[in-house]
């Protein structure tokens, strides 16, 4: 049990909350959210699996992987929060639009 | 034909009152399985020896003759090339995607064009940004600019480079952004566009450039293939930033309002 074993396993845990969300939230935003929580996980394993143990050197492969994840997952987040915006605008027009014409009834 | 709807409607109303017990099983269930799923995972990882990598001491006269003497930045832009363009391209591609869903009012980037859904729209008109705020961005914005171009020059022999660079010059724009939608304004669309575009556009010239040298794709000129990365880099870093504020907007600005901002 080295600290690196609890590095791996404390990201696999943030993998696994990062799913559950995913699967049973039903919340746009959290399911966003969600996903972050998982590519968190992944990047930290990246990170681990780089660090190199008993002090063999580091292995930037990794490093530069998380790098280009990072990069990629600000991207999918903010196209998933605008298509989100979108859908609220959507859907609250559509209830002002219901709403308006059980008024007019 | 009625009796079979309302004999649906009844039949919806009935799971409507399973859902609760449903949604509870569904849960214990997803979580039980994800705790396998992540189990297994943990088992599959921790059984894996440290593996005979290529260790630093294998790779080092690669990055002699990478052109830089940073890590980091040699396998980003040199031996992994291609997925650091690729990147690129996939912000490129969200910035694309987040202009083609929505338009925003240019004097006023915060707030989508459509006034049904936002009937209170806060106001950033006002009389200007206040005292201090302008006087903070005004000292703040030119020292990021310093900073970022240093971090992407710097990515060459020690940690920095095109996306840190580009990241705190997409804090840059956001902080402008905040503190003073109006100036945002009355930059040009094209001038945006335009540096949207820059660092992908120079990537995949250089990229191709590589042929007339004899190489492959993304193969530099072995003697000075350090410039070559250092043009890619300040590109990148410029239309990084760039792309990350246009992502913070939401949209692209809509050329009708900004006619009309224009007559005044």
Known sequence: MTITTGYIISALLLFGIGMNGLMTCSHQLRKILAVNLMASGVFLILIVTGFGTDGSAIDHVPHAMVLTGIVISVSTTALALTLACRIQQRLNRSADETAEGNDDD | ?264
Request: proline letters at 8%.
């Open chain 2, 1 to 264: 034909m009625n009796g079979g709807l309302t004999g649906m409607k009844k039949r919806k109303q009935s799971m409507k009152g399973k859902f609760k017990r449903k949604d509870w099983q569904f849960a214990t269930l997803t979580s039980l399985l994800i705790a396998t799923l992540v189990t297994f995972l943990c088992w599959a990882i921790l059984k894996e020896p440290p593996g005979e990598d290529l260790t630093a001491e294998a790779l080092a006269p690669l990055f002699v003759q990478s052109g830089v003497t940073s890590p980091v930045t040699a396998i980003l832009l040199n031996f992994r090339g291609y997925d650091t363009l690729l990147e690129v391209m996939v912000l490129f591609l969200a910035g694309l995607g987040i202009w083609s869903q929505a338009t925003v009012d240019p004097t006023n980037p915060l707030v989508f064009s459509s006034p049904a859904t936002h009937p209170t729209k806060p106001n950033f008109h006002g009389p200007g940004p206040e005292l201090i705020l302008a006087t903070l961005v005004r000292i703040l914005i030119p020292l990021m600019v310093l900073v970022a171009g240093y971090l992407t020059w710097a990515g060459g022999f020690q940690a920095g480079g095109a996306f840190q660079g580009g990241a705190l010059l997409g804090g840059a724009g956001i902080l402008l952004i905040l503190a003073e939608p109006q100036r945002i304004s009355t930059i040009p669309p094209a001038l945006i566009r335009f540096g949207i575009v820059l660092g992908p556009a120079i990537f995949l010239l250089v990229g191709v450039s590589c042929f007339g040298y004899g190489g492959n794709f993304l193969q530099y000129p072995q003697p000075g293939a350090g410039s070559w990365l250092l043009l890619i880099e300040f590109g990148a870093a410029i239309s990084i930033g760039i792309t990350l504020t246009t992502l913070f907007v939401g949209g692209r600005p809509d050329p009708k309002r900004l006619k009309g901002t224009d007559q005044p």
